[in-house]
């Protein structure tokens, strides 16, 4: 009796520490694991290919808890019940019950034994140190998927051959945007990461999805130098216009040569030098509209100015795109910069209400509100870039002071226009304001 009471435990042992490692391995971050030192290396490789097979462990790992039980419940019924069948029947009372009493007993003992020893408690233990458990077991765990690779793909076989039959088709889920953000919910909750790091890597993902179309600033507010400009022209239009460099152009906006730096012409204004700006202008990097804001960024990288003209299908170009307006997207808007004046604000009012300038970024904005745009509305104004645009694209036609029109919860009320442009938008939410009341 003491021997199946011994066997039966070490059975329930080995079954923790299989339960322990297949919830170690599973769970086992691929980051964390890199970093460990050299000496653990060799684990490292093994439980990379563990975690790269994970059917093939898996099916090792169910095969011994299913053969651990199956010899738990031989062991269990023979020896150990009987003798416990004898100990009851000594009782005049317990005698006719003797056996199925024992059997319950024996049966609810080591289901109990097993929950906490074999189950719950190794997989607490995996949970909690899922990296270093995990580097521990992978030699054996390896060894164990040598031993029964047979009956693994046996098993493996077996398991494709009825998904097939039912319609099912095996596929590698890749990792979502939703569960990157979700991951860094859970850092900012434990503290991991800053509230600053999750704002820039949430703005990093949202502009991930962006394209230069929907950063740039359109050619009507673009402020650019034709070449043919003389020098007191060119000093009124730079002292006029605060920027650190232009696009020049000749004739029409539509035929950009270069850009020119403000300190390149101011040392020329303050010098009386005669300005060529042709020859003064450097090579400016066209962006296709439908580029990703980071392919921008790497056109605008590759060359000496800090800006790109971007380009529809046909070459026209329809904007600029700056690597200031990247940035702050990125980082957010910086302070001392944003008080310019021509800069397009939000004006806050006493009912709650915005005052937005129509040439407001659609990015900024809605990052503003912290209400991102779903993807069916994202692709329906995705050649939308300002709040002015998507005003317009929602009115379909040219409207007029005071007019009203609802976007989701967003109320937009025309405030001011310039000719047929979108000047200011009264923003409210009127179904978050009756709530309140």
């Not at 329930?12 to 000496?39: C, H, M």
């Not at 270093?132 to 690779?149: E, T």
């Not at 002292?239 to 101011?266: A, R, S």
Request: aromatic share 8%.
């Amino acid at each position: 009796m003491i021997s199946e009471i011994i066997i039966i435990f070490i059975l329930i042992l080995i079954n923790g520490f299989l339960s322990a490692s297949e919830i170690a391995i599973v769970s086992s971050n691929r980051s964390l694991l890199s970093s460990k030192p050299n000496k653990a290396k060799k684990s490292y490789n093994l439980l990379l290919d563990l975690k790269d097979h994970p059917n093939q462990f898996l099916s090792t790992v169910q095969i011994g808890i299913t053969l651990i039980g199956i010899l738990i419940g031989i062991f269990s019924s023979g020896e150990l019940t009987q003798s416990l069948s004898s100990v009851l029947a000594k009782s005049a009372f317990l005698a006719p019950f003797s056996w199925h009493m024992s059997v319950i007993i024996v049966v609810l003992c080591i289901t109990y034994l097993n929950l906490i020893l074999g189950e719950l408690l190794p997989k607490r233990i995996g949970l909690s140190i899922p990296e270093r458990y995990a580097l521990m077991v992978a030699k054996p765990i390896q060894v164990l998927s040598k031993i029964f690779k047979p009956f693994v793909w046996i098993l493996d076989k077996s398991t494709s051959g009825v998904l097939s039959l039912i319609g099912i088709k095996s596929s590698k889920r890749d990792i979502t945007e939703e569960e990157i953000k979700a991951l860094m919910d859970e850092g900012v909750s434990s503290g991991v990461i800053e509230d600053y790091e999750y704002d820039m890597m949430d703005r990093l993902l949202y502009l991930g999805d962006k394209r230069a179309i929907n950063l740039m600033k359109h050619r009507s507010d673009v402020d650019a130098l034709d070449v043919e400009m003389d020098l007191e022209e060119i000093e009124n239009y730079v002292l006029e216009n605060d920027h650190t460099e232009f696009p020049v152009y000749q004739d029409t906006f539509d035929n950009i040569i270069g850009v020119v730096k403000t300190k390149t012409l101011l040392s020329k204004i303050v010098k009386r030098e005669p300005l060529n700006l042709k020859k003064l202008c450097l090579w400016a990097p066209f962006v296709n509209e439908n580029a990703s804001i980071y392919q921008a960024l790497d056109e605008i990288k590759e060359s000496k100015v800090q800006l790109g003209v971007v380009v529809d299908e046909y070459g026209t170009p329809q904007g600029i795109v700056t690597l200031k307006d990247i940035v702050s997207n990125l980082m957010g808007p910086v302070t001392g910069e944003e008080k310019d004046n021509q800069s397009p604000r939000i004006i806050p009012r006493e009912d709650g209400s915005l005052i937005v300038d129509g040439r407001y970024q659609l990015v900024d904005f809605f990052m503003e509100l912290k209400m991102p745009l779903t993807e069916e509305q994202e692709f329906q104004f995705r050649n939308t870039t300002t709040l002015g645009g998507l005003v317009f694209a929602l009115f379909g036609r040219v409207p007029k002071k005071g007019e009203v029109i609802e976007f989701g919860i967003l109320k937009f009320e025309i405030f001011h226009m310039d000719l047929n442009r979108i000047d200011k938008v009264i923003v409210s939410r009127p179904a978050a304001s009756s709530t309140e009341e």
